[in-house]
Every structure is written in C-alpha cells, then in structure tokens.
C-alpha cells in the first residue's frame, strides 16, 4: 500500500501547519496539519515502524518528549545483546535469524559500525527445560550451536572461573548492537526519506466517536493524522493508564563497565563472547568502554520522566563480589561507567501490538520485555505492514494481543 492508495482507503487529505522544529538539523521546518501516520515514541519499536512506513511511501511524522536516543529511554544505554535462544517461543528466534542480515545490510548501507559479532556463551551447573526448548529451536532452524564441556571451557576460557561450572551453551552467530547510537542512526535514516521528527511531550488530543483526530503537545500544538501509533515504552502506561495499568510493569536494569588491565584483551572485542552466568550476563570490553556486567538486581522505576538513574553503594559492592567469584583477573579493577535503565515487560513477556480497544485508529506497540531492541528492526516492520493492513497472521495476532491478565 502506498501513500495515496492509504489515503484513499482512509478518506484523508493533508493541510498545512505551523513550524515545528527539525531534530536532526536542529532548524525550522514547516510542517502538515495532518499526517498519514503518527508515532509516539522514537526507540526501538517507533523508530524503526516510522522509518519502514516512510520507506513504504507513508508520510510519517515521529514525536518523542525527550529525543531518539536519549539517556531516559530503554534503548538509550550503549550496548544490547542479540542474542537467538528464547526456549519454546519460537517466533523470537525466527525473527532474531532474519535480524542478524538486516543489521548487517543497515550499517552497511549507513555506513556505521553497529552490529559486533562476538558469539554467545552461557555457563550452567545443569540441563534445564528452557535450554532444551531453545537447542530444540536453533536445531530446528539451523542455528549453529555447541555445547562445551567444562574440560574445554578451562582451555578455552582460562581468564574464567569455572568451578561448578559443568558445560556451556554457545551461539557463534549472536552479538553486541550498539543501542543508542543505532535509535540515533534510524532517526537519521528516517529524516533522509522525508520523515518528521518533533521533540516534545504528546498526549490524545481531540477525539469523534472510536476516531482519535490528533495529537496534543505540551506547547498547544495539534498533530493530525489518519493513524496513530503509540510505541512510548515505558510511559505507555501513562498515556493510557485506563488499558495498561497492571499491564505493564518497569523493572530497573543497572550496567556495570568493568576496566580492563593494560595490556590485557582476553576481556576485549573479539577476543571474548557474551556471556550468561551466576544470574547475570555482559559483554567484552567493546570500543574501550569496559567489561560489561549486568546484574539481575530486583527493583522497579516509579516514574520514568522523575526517577534518578544511579546504582547504589550495595549494588557496586555486589558486582565487586561477582567479578571476583567469577572473573578474578578483574578483581583489582575499577568500574569505570556505569548506566540505570529499565525494562518495560508486558504480562507474559510477549510484545503488544494491538487497537486501542477505544479507538479503531489507534494502535499500542510496546512490551519490549527485555528482549525488544534486538527485534525493534523486525517488529517495526510488522508493525508497518499490520496498521497498513498487510500482515494479517493469526499466529502473530494471538500472541501480541493485549492480554487480559494483569500483573
């Protein structure tokens, strides 16, 4: 579906508005009063949905309150792992094969290293049900895949600690994105098709029946357009506490960045894989910021826009310990950065792509659950194709729908 055959099937016309300012360029731009599509919300599921629609022909304004890539998003800290296994739910591995090429094809194209690929090694004391689901997929599509003894993990991986470490589970083809700096290239890539970026707080404005007619911002401007889409991570439950309250909850997530010793790159890209163990996972040290560690500390943000992001005394003590059980040749070393996110995980974990169960033109796009920047540039492709009325899978349908259940 094109632009004009979109508009035809939705009766549109386009109209002219006052100046809104230019993201990237940080100028002036005119603008259209109304817009094919609206997306609020500029990470990882937004960014990439504005630009595939862009690129299908769709004139797509983005608006985010804060900007693409900023440090209060989920997708705003340095590095994700993509990672394959996701035990029995198939649809994320598939789609994780298919992300490998198009981040390859992406930073090609825009000429900026975002995909590193390091491989994928977690320990484990035992075989458990979830690690036999995830072989069973990986095996089912092809994914190349091994599992090391612990007599081959000491000569493989001698800077580790393995003791009662049994085997290893280990995906070659998985990797390091960088995070921020790749929601900041998709905006780019967005704004060199045509596409509108506005940097300011949007709410549901003006309404006809089951037809939301425009966006409202913080400076009493209106957006209109034909189609909204909301994909604001976190603050989704906010914009809709009438849907998403109990829906959706926003775990904290702290990153440490280890140093490294001089001299030494047994920590270091490409010399050493992700890694999963103790409850934790991390990186190596990726273009010198630092040997990463990600802890699975229990808290929850109260408030995305308000929460201060900093990790606490405890918690630097209790990564000083787990770098000394598990990676005693970092013991002495300092933590160099460390970075506070959250999460925004959906009931069952699966992503939500649904209507507003109010609004026939409206579409909520969020859950990441953990897992959501490696698939943002699959899942914005569904998205794109789904409001268009293009991909109509029952399998996918069912599983993003809004859930009743709630936390």
């Known amino acids: 579906m094109n632009r004009r055959t979109f ?25 259209s009063s109304t817009r094919d599509v ?18 299908m022909g769709i004139a797509v304004t983005l608006i985010d309150q804060y900007g693409p890539g900023n440090s209060r998003s989920s997708s705003g ?3 994700r792992q993509i ?3 996701y035990g029995d739910r198939e649809v994320y591995t598939r789609w994780v094969i298919q992300a490998f090429e198009r981040w390859k094809m992406r930073q090609a194209e825009w000429g900026r290293a975002l995909f590193f690929h390091t491989g994928e090694l977690s320990l484990h004391q035992e075989w458990t049900a979830y690690l036999e689901s995830s072989k069973a997929a990986l095996d089912k599509l092809g994914v190349e895949n091994h ?5 081959d993990l000491i000569r493989q991986y001698p800077q580790v600690n393995l003791d009662g470490i049994d085997f290893g589970f280990f995906v070659p083809s998985t990797g390091v994105l960088k995070a921020r700096e790749g929601c900041v290239a998709v905006a780019q890539a967005f704004q060199r098709t045509g596409g509108r970026i506005v940097v300011g707080k949007a709410e549901p404005g003006r309404r006809e ?3 939301l007619q425009e966006i409202r911002l913080a400076t009493g401007q209106t957006v209109a357009a034909h189609t909204f889409v909301f994909a604001a991570g976190p603050w989704l439950g906010k914009i809709f506490p009438d849907v998403l309250t109990k829906k959706l909850v926003t775990p904290k997530r702290e990153e440490f960045f280890i ?15 992700n890694w999963a163990v103790g409850g934790a996972y991390g990186f190596p040290s990726i273009e010198g910021r630092g040997f990463k560690i990600a802890p699975a500390f229990e808290d929850v943000f109260v408030d995305p826009d308000a929460q201060e992001r900093l990790v606490t005394p405890d918690e630097v003590a209790k990564v000083h310990q787990f770098v000394r059980r598990w990676f005693p040749a970092l013991k002495d070393q300092p933590i160099v950065e460390t970075k506070v996110c959250q999460y925004e995980n959906s009931v069952d974990e699966h992503f939500i792509v649904d209507r507003h169960p109010a609004f026939d033109n409206v579409w909520l796009v969020g859950g990441g659950s953990g897992h959501g920047y490696k698939h943002g540039i699959m899942l914005g492709d569904y998205v794109a194709h789904r409001i268009l009325n293009q991909d109509r899978s029952p399998e996918l349908t069912a599983i993003f729908k809004l859930k009743d259940r709630t936390f």
């Open 259 to 273: 140093g490294t010793p001089p001299g030494d790159e047994r920590f270091t890209y490409p010399n050493f894989p």
């Open 83 to 85: 990672r394959a296994g």
């Open 147 to 151: 599992v090391i003894r612990h007599d």
């Open 7 to 31: 508009l035809k099937a939705t009766g549109g016309s386009l109209g002219a508005l006052g100046a809104t300012r230019d993201w990237r360029l940080g100028a002036s731009q005119g603008a």
């Open 209 to 211: 029946g089951r037809v």
């Open 38 to 55: 609206v997306v609020v919300g500029a990470g990882a599921f937004g960014g990439w949905t504005a630009l595939y629609l862009q690129e």
């Open 77 to 79: 800290g340095e590095t």
